[in-house]
């Protein structure tokens, strides 16, 4: 069985195509992407309206490139991203694979796009345990308990208010280092001291939720520590404050990670998500993992980021796991819960 994957959530338009195989192996055939990361730089983030227009100018010769990789002319299901993401975004994709998955009279599998950040990584490991997976991401920070790609997924905990992706960003446009925020800082940091600064852990108190996540205080203490440097007459240490910065976003991340192992009983954890191809993050979560006797997963780096590769390796999971096609009427749903594997 091939499947071809279409995801267009936020700012990249991938088309991937995978065959699943007997054993209940993927088989990677083509990943193409198109990025508009440079057309939403000189904003300083994402913009919607430009996402969208992007997108549509890319669907096509990013399907062509893919069945060209793949050499097919015809796959035998389509599956899309029908959220969470950025509504208009979400539609161009969605209206795309409805109208060829029309024409060449295949079924169309409407998946969800975390659970293909999650998905994507038995393309390089094979077979997934129950595990928990950390997904990070510009819109998203999850905990998420898998017991199969095929069935709900259960989530442990999420952000209470910014993702850490985004406080990635925001903190690097504070320190002027540009957008995406995520590989400028994790450069800087490379010449930083992480222990310079001892910047807050956001809900790790004994009161606050075990498995939820907070950043909006983190990054109003590197705002306030870059003024005060300012005020004193003193130019902000920009790599001692990146170095201390992810420090600890990865100390509460890996830290409420591996003890949610502990706390459900698996010894496997996923990372998943464009910002878990911070070295920091991969860093201290395979020491911690090592510590606690825990496998770690991490996908290649490209693989974490938006790809229509995952969309592709989880609608083969749906499929296998006995799910009905979805209609072609099926809408986008921008807010869609974790829980929802495919409609």
């Known amino acids: 069985m091939i499947v071809l994957g279409v995801e267009s959530s936020c700012d990249e338009t991938g088309v991937g195509i995978v065959r699943w195989n007997p054993d209940h192996t993927t088989t990677l055939l083509a990943d193409e992407v198109a990025s508009s990361v440079e057309e939403h730089a000189r904003y300083g983030g994402v913009v919607p309206e430009v996402a969208s227009r992007a997108h549509l100018e890319a669907i096509v010769p990013t399907m062509r490139r893919a069945l060209s990789a793949a050499d097919i002319t015809v796959p035998d299901a389509i599956a899309v991203t029908i959220g969470p993401g950025l509504a208009g975004a979400l539609l161009v994709g969605v209206a795309a694979a409805k109208a060829y998955a029309a024409a060449w009279d295949v079924p169309l599998y409407a998946v969800n796009h975390l659970g293909g950040h999650v998905a994507v990584d038995t393309l390089e490991h094979g077979p997934m345990p129950p595990c928990v997976a950390l997904l990070v991401s510009g819109g998203h920070t999850h905990l998420l308990h898998v017991t199969d790609l095929g069935a709900p997924i259960v989530e442990l905990g999420t952000t209470v208010d910014d993702a850490a992706g985004e406080a990635f960003d925001k903190v690097a446009r504070l320190l002027g280092l540009g ?57 902000p240490p ?106």
């Open 179 to 235: 957008f995406p925020g995520g590989p400028a800082l994790d450069a800087a940091a490379r010449h930083g001291d992480r222990n310079a600064i001892r910047f807050p852990r956001g809900m790790t108190g004994p009161r606050d939720a075990r498995n939820d996540f907070s950043f909006s205080g983190l990054k109003t203490a590197v705002a306030r520590h870059v003024e005060k440097c300012r005020r004193d007459g003193i130019e």
């Open 238 to 343: 920009v790599a001692d404050i990146a170095a201390s910065f992810q420090e600890a976003v990865a100390d509460v991340l890996t830290m409420k990670a591996v003890r949610a192992c502990a706390d459900v009983g698996v010894d496997t954890l996923v990372l998943g998500g464009g910002a878990t191809a911070n070295s920091r993050i991969r860093s201290m979560a395979q020491e911690r993992c090592a510590a606690a006797g825990i496998t770690l997963r991490v996908p290649k780096p490209r693989l974490c980021t938006d790809n229509g590769v995952m969309i592709a390796t989880l609608g083969a999971h749906v499929i296998a796991g006995g799910a009905q096609p979805s209609e072609l009427t099926v809408a986008t749903d921008p807010g869609l819960s974790v829980q929802v594997s495919s409609y």
